[in-house]
C-alpha cells in the first residue's frame, strides 16, 4: 500500500499558514516528491522519518520546489548517513546539486546521485520488485517533469478454482515459488489457478497547466496530485505563468479516469481555499484541496 502525505501546500511562497508544495511518499523506502522550505521540519511533524529517505524526486528547480533540499542533506550529515541518495530531476538538476554541494558548509558527507529526466519524453526513473517510478513532460515555464509511481502487477488467485484442483495451506506458496506442482497425479500450472491485478497508481505533477502529456501518463491512475494555482477567472495568469486553474485540472482528471484528485500548489491569492474545490468540484466530484498533514492510503 503507498501511503501519500503532503508536506506543503502552498504556491510559489510560504505563507504564515503553509509551507510550499511538497509531498512524500512511504511505499519501500520514503521518497519526497519535491522538497520545499521548510521539509525536514514537516517530515519530523508529520512521521515521515527522514532517516529512510531512499530518494528525491524534483518535478523542477524554481525555488519553491527545492529549497528544501540543503537543509535535507545537512540533517542527514548529522545523523551519520552513508547510504547513497538519489536525487532525479528535470536537465539542470546536476548542475543545481553539484553548485549547492559545492559550497563547503553545505557538503554531503554521503554520496549523492543525481539523474536527469527527459522533459520531452516519458522515462523510467526507478524500478524495484515493488514499484516503478516513470517522468513526463508536463508544460511550465522552465523545463519540468511530473512523475508516476505505479506498483508491480500482483498475482492472485482464483480461490475456488484453485482449491477444486486439490491446492491448500502451504500448496499455494509452492505452487508460487515453483510455478507449477503435481496435485493427485495432475500437473497444475500457477497461471491456471491465478490472474494478474494490475497495482495501484499515483501521478504526480509539480507546476504545470493541464497538459495532453499528463492526462495520458495519469490515465487510470487511483490518485492524481496536480497543480491548481489559479481560478479559471484568473485564466489569463495561468497561462502567463504556465499554471493550472482549479476547472483545467479536474477536466483533466475527468478526461483521464482518474479516481481521485488532489489539488494543490494552492494559490495564496485565495484565502478561502474551497472556491478552487468548489470550481473543480463542479467538473470532478472526487477532488479534494491538499493539506499539511493530510494522508491517503492508496
Ligand atoms: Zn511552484
Ligand atoms: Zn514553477
Request: proline share 4%.
Amino acid at each position: 500500500m503507498i501511503r501519500l502525505v503532503c508536506l506543503g501546500t502552498s504556491a510559489s511562497t510560504p505563507t504564515s499558514r503553509h509551507v510550499p508544495s511538497h509531498f512524500a511518499v512511504k511505499f519501500g523506502g520514503v521518497f519526497l516528491l519535491d522538497c520545499a522550505e521548510g521539509c525536514q521540519r514537516q517530515m519530523m511533524k508529520f512521521g515521515v522519518p527522514y532517516g529512510s529517505l531512499s530518494g528525491v524526486f524534483l518535478t523542477h528547480l524554481h525555488a519553491d520546489h527545492v529549497l528544501g533540499l540543503p537543509g535535507v542533506i545537512q540533517t542527514l550529515n548529522l545523523a551519520d548517513r552513508k547510504a547513497v541518495l538519489p536525487i532525479f530531476g528535470p536537465a539542470g538538476t546536476r548542475d543545481f546539486v553539484e553548485t549547492l554541494l559545492d559550497l563547503p558548509s553545505l557538503r554531503a558527507k554521503f554520496p549523492v546521485t543525481v539523474t536527469e529526466m527527459p522533459h520531452t519524453q516519458t522515462a523510467s526513473c526507478l524500478k524495484t520488485t515493488l514499484f516503478e517510478v516513470r517522468s513526463f513532460p508536463v508544460q511550465h515555464s522552465s523545463k519540468a517533469v511530473g512523475y508516476v509511481m505505479e506498483e508491480a502487477e500482483k498475482t492472485k488467485f482464483h480461490e475456488d478454482q484453485a482449491k477444486s484442483k486439490g491446492i491448500q495451506g502451504r500448496l499455494f506458496t509452492q505452487i508460487q515459488e515453483m510455478g507449477e506442482l503435481t496435485v493427485k497425479g495432475k500437473k497444475i500450472r500457477l497461471e491456471d489457478v491465478t490472474f494478474k491485478q494490475a497495482g495501484k497508481k499515483l501521478a504526480f505533477t509539480g507546476d504545470t497547466q493541464a497538459c495532453r502529456s499528463t492526462q495520458e501518463n495519469a490515465e487510470n491512475a487511483d490518485v492524481l496530485v496536480h497543480d491548481c494555482t489559479f481560478l479559471e477567472e484568473h485564466k489569463d495568469l495561468a497561462d502567463q505563468t504556465k499554471h493550472a486553474t482549479a476547472l483545467s485540472a479536474a477536466t483533466l482528471a475527468k478526461k483521464a479516469h482518474v479516481k481521485k484528485l488532489i489539488l494543490t500548489h494552492l494559490g495564496n491569492r485565495y484565502a478561502n481555499r474551497n472556491v478552487l474545490l468548489d470550481e473543480a468540484q463542479r467538473v470532478f466530484p472526487a477532488t479534494e484541496l491538499a493539506q499539511e498533514g493530510k494522508e491517503w492510503l492508496i
